[in-house]
């Protein structure tokens, strides 16, 4: 271990202070170690959850009566939330793409206040944010060619003059890295910061931590997971808007 | 040439030194609450907009800081240099 951003190493374990993904058991595949890491178990945790719950829903709004009540009115909302923030967002370029903002908003929400269940945020590891910037940045890139087809395209990498190609590009490339960089130190300021008020202090953090969770966990993750979204559809519309 | 615990502390000062980014989006952010708040106090009815536009805003100024505490986060733990 300890080849990767934050893998704790063997070392460095049974410290007061402890926020990094640690290995459960490694195998060998094709002369490779592949580790099994706390990630993957609490980003398993997640999707189990998520799964679960959408498989209820499912059955719920199978039968879903006409004055809704309980359950039904919470799904309701959660889908009205959801469908109300894409359309602001996207505005008629929205119909698209209901579907996969919603669900990146949800699985992003629920691994970023996954650290309140006692887990470790999914979303404090590289790993798992990198292939949610990569998301975005082929979903960019498809919309643009589709939309603006190759002669757009070259047109707009040579937008004042054509020497300032690479520049464009430069900045091209940087969108999945920022989104997924921000994503990722967000959750994992909030982690160390947790794990520091819990392992520096002891027996002097009773109670009040919990005020703590809520902004660094809650607060701070449902903004991520906005800004996150947000930022995608921005990206996206832009890259779908003909001139 | 150097000791490993001597890269090791030039790596925590260096460290130190990173996190200074902070200072950046702290006056870019107190900016934009204060021009939110003036917003507000102008048009009192688009509250709801401004505060969305200021917190989008500001978690994106936030990103440079991060790239700091990222730094840090690299120096101290990842030992890039050792």
Known sequence: MGAGLLLSEAESEGTAVDFM??????????????WITTTHV???????????FALIANHKMKKASEVPSGLQNFIEMIVDLLDGIVK????????????????????ILFSNISGLLGL?????????????????????????????KVSGF??????????????????DVAVPISLSLRL??????????????????KWVAVF????LHV????????????????????????????? | MFNQEFILGCSAIGAGLAVIAGIGPGVGQGIAAGHAAAAVGRNPGAKGDITSTMLLGQAVAETTGLYGLLIAMLLLFVKPLV
């Open chain 1, 21 to 34: 993904i640690k290995g459960i058991f490694s195998f060998k595949l094709g002369g490779i170690t592949v």
């Open chain 1, 42 to 52: 609490c980003l398993l945790i997640v999707v189990l959850t998520l799964t679960i």
């Open chain 1, 88 to 107: 602001g967002g996207m505005g008629k370029n929205a119909k698209g793409f209901l579907n996969y903002i919603g669900t990146i908003f949800i699985f």
């Open chain 1, 120 to 148: 470790r945020p999914p979303t404090a590891d590289y790993g798992v944010t990198l292939p949610l910037g990569l998301l975005t940045f082929t979903l960019i890139f498809v919309n643009k060619l589709r939309y603006q």
């Open chain 1, 154 to 171: 070259i047109k707009g990498l040579c937008d004042p003059w054509p020497f300032w190609a690479p520049i464009n590009i430069i900045g």
């Open chain 1, 184 to 201: 990722f130190a967000n959750v994992l300021s909030g982690t160390v910061m947790m794990a520091l008020v819990y392992g520096l202090l």
């Open chain 1, 208 to 211: 009040w931590p919990a005020a």
């Open chain 1, 215 to 243: 902004y660094f966990d809650l607060f701070s993750g449902a903004i991520q997971t906005y800004v996150f979204c947000m930022l995608t559809m921005t990206y996206i519309n832009d890259a779908m808007t003909t001139e």
